[in-house]
Nanobody, 114 residues
Framework: QVQLVESGGGLVQPGGSLRLSCAAS????????MGWYRQAPGKQRELVASISTGGTSNYADSVKGRFTISRDNAKNTVYLQMNSLKVEDTAVYYC????????WGQGTQVTVSS
């Protein structure tokens, strides 16, 4: 059983940056594919970025060139660096771990507003 705890959300102005962190416990972190999803009000949850056990990353088209996912297996943590934030990035961001079964964090709110 993997437990995931996100942190780093908050309020930021358009064009600003935030770094989300997700600390994992209860499992062998390095064997899980890790991902960040987000869900805006009235919309479905969508994949933002994922990173494989080998470090290969994938991004949604809407965040390519602005967001960077990374993982530190020694710290059991995955990060999402978000730059050039837009109002439409406003959502609850969820950390996800996958290895046959999906595990989810509780989410962290990101609000981009002037």
């Amino acid at each position: 059983q993997v437990q995931l705890v996100e942190s780093g959300g908050g309020l930021v102005q358009p064009g600003g940056s935030l770094r989300l962190s997700c600390a994992a416990s209860g499992g062998y972190f390095s064997i899980y594919v890790m991902g960040w999803y987000r869900q805006a009000p009235g919309k479905q949850r969508e994949l933002v970025a994922s990173i494989s056990t080998g470090g290969t990353s994938n991004y949604a088209d809407s965040v390519k060139g602005r967001f960077t996912i990374s993982r530190d297996n020694a710290k059991n943590t995955v990060y999402l660096q978000m730059n050039s934030l837009k109002v439409e990035d406003t959502a609850v961001y969820y950390c996800n771990a996958y290895r046959g079964i999906y595990y989810w964090g509780q989410g962290t709110q990101v609000t981009v507003s002037s």
